[in-house]
């Protein structure tokens, strides 16, 4: 087991000295008794942290403390455990809400890495130098990030541009963490946690994300098709991609010119409907998720930015949620079943999407859920935040080991994001009046017949049209089998020989259900006449057919 756990992880001293680095910094925020939980591995952890690690050790601090130092230690470790907490504060089925509400404060801002480091990317992505590619490049970044810095940049044709630039030596880092992970996870498994939570599978599920992420060629094809999605909407401006000049590591463009959304003095000052500017935005996101299924997953106050007409330009497309037809027939079904207050439904519809387990503690959950609804009974929806919804479920989703889709956590994060920008633009904001109309829509779309419905009946009627038009020739060829003596490779006596037994199977089948009946109508009847001529001939007639009942039982044994 020890080998074992030496060889995995530790195919290079770089992952060696970076896992005793991970090792340390959890041991140093207080979390050193963690590593007890992976029982016969503990002494080949301690050889490799190359430190002790004492049974006593137990956490003295509280929930949040806790929760605090847990942020910091991802913070210190670096991109890929900034990303990893990231993920985790949307994930308030894996964590407590003290741990949630800390997450949701890391930042992804770190200082910019020499222009040294970003001009020997783009050599290699390019095959020349920057300047040989753009007309003007500058060499201070507007924006820098655990993953990538921003530039600002013009094209030999004149078009102003942004250049969005992996940072270097990121991959090799990450894909040591993430092979780290994938190795914790695998230990961890077998144990307490390990059963309720399918911690490879989280690993996995992260580093696939993380990896889009990095993958600028997949961001440019996620703006093209918030482009496509938005092509009739006039309050919402995606950038062009400029894809002659763009790789996986480098993503270049159309420069965005206007003011951040929450600057509020610029706006005022600029005489921007405040108001009208919260709509846009809001209904540009509310449509992405009701109608598209495909919605920007990171509308922070930096990404949007506020153009002429109240028009609102979006940047940086990495972080996107999907919604399935049925994850938002789901998703319908579950509003409409907490507006009715309707508990039962309400956990039926969890256990019918998977969320929750078939021995899920129904009595609980009911009496938690029916305690939630009453925070909100009768009072309008003007009145409630979404922040404050999400806030009040996690702890219930928690409790309950409730597993909802990872992009219905991710669609929680963007509301919450959204509301939170709506209000500093316009108090009165109200995000659930908002998306209405898209919901209402959404409902009938959900009930009538639709394109989708259309083609599956086109392919159904098609499948219809195949075999009429096959059966007459099929039917010819079994004719042709059957004047030969063949039918289904059975000669016409064996297939006699079936028939006949099938046939008899049928009859004793019905005559045992014959005599069932007769017995249990006539026990009935005996009742009903209570002494006299008619009752000697009921119970005459019962014992003949209990009789026979025995005979044909004793006749099918015999067989």
């Not at 020499?114 to 992505?125: N, R, S």
């Not at 540009?284 to 509308?299: K, L, N, R, W, Y």
């Not at 922040?387 to 990872?406: A, D, K, R, W």
Request: glycine share 6%.
């Amino acid at each position: 087991m020890v080998s074992q756990f030496l060889r995995t992880p530790f195919r290079s001293m770089r992952n060696l000295r970076r896992f005793q680095t991970i090792g340390g910094v959890f041991l140093k925020h207080g979390f050193g008794f963690l590593f007890e939980n992976f029982g016969p591995e503990l002494r080949a952890l301690r050889r490799a942290l190359g430190r002790p690690l004492n049974r006593s050790d137990e956490p003295t601090m509280t929930d949040e403390e806790l929760a605090i130092h847990f942020r910091l230690a991802l913070e210190e470790l670096g991109p890929t455990f900034v990303k990893l907490g990231q993920v985790l504060s949307t994930r308030p089925d894996l964590l407590p809400p003290t741990f949630v509400v800390q997450l949701s404060k890391l930042q992804d801002a770190v200082p910019p890495g020499p222009w040294e480091e970003t001009e020997k990317i783009l050599i290699e992505e390019y095959g020349r130098p920057p300047d040989e590619v753009f007309a003007t490049i500058a060499r201070e970044p507007i924006a820098s990030a655990s993953l990538a810095q921003v530039y600002n940049a013009t094209l030999p044709t004149g078009e102003e541009v942004v250049v969005k630039v992996q940072r270097h030596g990121i991959i090799p880092t990450i894909d040591t963490d993430l092979e780290i992970m994938h190795t914790l996870a695998n230990m961890a498994q077998p144990t307490a946690l390990g059963r309720v939570y399918d911690l490879p599978e989280i690993v996995e599920e992260f580093g696939y994300t993380l990896r889009n992420e990095l993958d600028y060629e997949q961001e440019g094809r996620n703006a093209d098709r918030f482009r496509r999605n938005l092509a009739g909407d006039d309050f919402m401006y995606i950038p062009k991609v400029y894809w002659e000049y763009t790789t996986r590591r480098a993503l270049v463009l159309e420069r965005i010119a206007g003011i951040k959304v929450n600057d509020i003095d610029a706006l005022e000052a600029d005489g921007y409907d405040r108001k009208q500017i919260v709509l846009n935005a809001a209904n540009a996101i509310v449509q992405e998720v009701m109608i598209d299924g495909f919605f920007h997953a990171d509308p922070h106050p930096g990404n949007l930015y506020v153009l002429p007409n109240n028009v609102i330009g979006v940047m940086d497309f990495g972080m996107v949620g999907h919604l399935k037809d049925n994850d938002r027939r789901n998703l319908i079904q579950l509003y409409v079943a907490a507006v009715e207050q309707d508990i039962d439904a309400i956990i039926d519809q969890f256990i019918r999407m998977g969320a929750a387990s078939v021995d899920v503690d129904q009595v609980k959950l009911a009496r938690d859920l029916n305690r939630l609804l009453n925070n909100y009974y009768g009072r309008p929806l003007k009145e409630i935040r979404a922040v404050e919804v999400i806030e009040q479920v996690q702890p219930v989703v928690f409790e309950h080991q409730l597993h909802l889709p990872s992009d219905f956590w991710l669609l929680g994060k963007t509301l919450m994001i959204m509301e939170g920008v709506g209000l500093q633009l316009d108090p009165d904001f109200d995000i659930f009046k908002v998306s209405e109309p898209y919901v209402k829509r959404l409902v009938w779309q959900l009930l009538l017949p639709d394109r989708r419905f259309a083609q599956q009946l086109l392919r159904k009627t098609t499948d219809w049209g195949n075999l009429f038009d096959e059966f007459p020739r099929t039917a010819n060829r079994l004719m042709e089998q059957a004047e030969r003596g063949q039918f289904f490779r059975l000669s016409i006596k064996e297939f006699e020989n079936l028939l006949d037994r099938v046939d008899r199977l049928v009859t004793r089948i019905s005559l045992a259900v014959l005599v069932a009946a007769l017995i249990v109508g006539i026990s009935l009847l005996i009742p009903v006449f209570s002494g006299g001529i008619g009752q000697g001939v009921l119970i005459l007639a019962f014992v003949i057919v209990v009789g026979l009942g025995f005979w044909l039982l004793l006749t099918m044994l015999r067989r």
